[in-house]
């Protein structure tokens, strides 16, 4: 109501101010019909995956979170090859957040190996991306001791073969890289749009980099969002803007604001200057969302998002760690569950491969990832 509202203001909170406006977006995009999907891309998958791997490397790194599909034209002779899915891991063998250091490849068969292996604490995050010409960016927000969250972090850029070749730092623009997504068709692949979303400051970074055979060159770093919710979190670490996804076709960007329990949408992504604010609401749903975190575009248009469970939590625990499937009009379509414990949804992929769809997302109670193949 506006007497809560006007509550909230004079408590002098942040969050709940921005909670209370994100309801109000909230009311006036539910009065607006939504198209519905031309076909349920979740109602697809078999309760038994084509494959499950393990995402647990040698030196015991658990809590898999970004997980990346490596495209056809990505160049062979490497450590990853075209058609594999990476997936990074947040926690090492003691189980402490913000200090994975690890990212292994998965073959299509379910084979699993060591791709990258970096510096002791880097607590590797859902930002995972790869460049078609043989290169691997993934985020990093480190928490030495487990529980506090120490410095910005980086973004590191990987040849083939997990070597660094290049670690991208910048305290206003990449504050806690968290999650990430590649448009690697901009410009005709030569300089790709990468948008970052910053949980420490909740905020949304586009970065245009210039990728020849020999470097990665970043060219500009723009701030095109901000105002999303974040905080830190005993059980999460830290919360705030997450899940990216990209529809080139339309020069959108959609955004999960974990906080904010919402997904929103940003207009001329790759062509804005400078820009401050959320964008428009796309969809809040509380019977359905609860703190989403990867988001993807489905084959079908809809879109995919991993729920969390530290916003929002089902208190019947009927409905944790889900993947909900809504359209781009804010139409509730399905949901699917990957694990029936709280906080074992995270990071999710999705590639078409000669007509046929792998999907992937990551288990993070088993420490595995489950890959689907939907043919047709």
Do not use: C
Not at 106 to 129: D, I, M, N, R, Y
Request: glycine share 12%.
């Amino acid at each position: 109501s506006l007497k809560d509202g006007l509550t909230m203001m004079n408590s002098g909170s942040a969050a709940p101010f921005d909670r209370f406006f994100e309801t109000l977006e909230t009311r006036a995009l539910l009065s607006v019909a939504a198209p519905a999907s031309s076909k349920d891309f979740l109602a697809q998958l078999s309760q038994t995956p084509t494959h499950i791997a393990s995402t647990v490397p040698s030196n015991g790194d658990v809590n898999p979170y970004g997980v990346a599909t490596v495209p056809s034209q990505f160049p062979g002779g490497g450590k990853t090859a075209a058609g594999d899915i990476l997936v990074g891991n947040f926690n090492n063998s003691s189980n402490l957040q913000g200090t994975g250091t690890t990212i292994v490849s998965v073959a299509p068969s379910g084979h699993e190996s060591l791709f990258f292996q970096g510096k002791k604490g880097l607590g590797l995050t859902t930002a995972l991306g790869v460049l078609p010409q043989g290169y691997v960016l993934v985020g990093n927000v480190p928490a030495p001791d487990g529980a506090h969250v120490k410095g910005p972090g980086s973004l590191l850029i990987l040849d083939r073969n997990g070597h660094v070749v290049k670690t991208l730092t910048d305290s206003k623009l990449l504050d806690g890289p968290w999650d990430l997504t590649v448009d690697a068709n901009a410009d005709d692949g030569n300089e790709p749009d990468v948008f970052v979303s910053n949980v420490l400051d909740g905020t949304v970074t586009r970065l245009k980099l210039k990728v020849s055979a020999n470097d990665v060159e970043v060219l500009s770093k723009t701030r095109i969002a901000s105002g999303y919710a974040f905080r830190t979190d005993p059980a999460a670490l830290v919360v705030g803007p997450t899940g990216l996804a990209f529809d080139e076709k339309t020069d959108k960007l959609y955004v999960a604001s974990t906080g904010g329990n919402n997904i929103f949408v940003l207009s001329n992504a790759e062509i804005t200057g400078p820009r401050t604010g959320r964008g428009s609401l796309v969809y809040h749903d509380d019977a359905h969302l609860r703190g989403p975190l990867a988001l993807a575009l489905a084959p079908n248009g809809d879109l995919l998002t991993a729920n969390g469970d530290a916003v929002n939590p089902d208190a019947t625990n009927m409905h944790n760690s889900e993947i909900v499937e809504f359209t781009t009009g804010g139409k509730f379509v399905d949901q699917f569950q990957i694990n029936p414990t709280a906080g074992g949804a995270f990071g999710l992929a999705l590639e078409t491969i000669g007509g046929n769809t792998i999907f992937a997302a990551v288990n993070d109670i088993t420490n595995e990832l489950d890959i689907w193949k939907i043919k047709g």
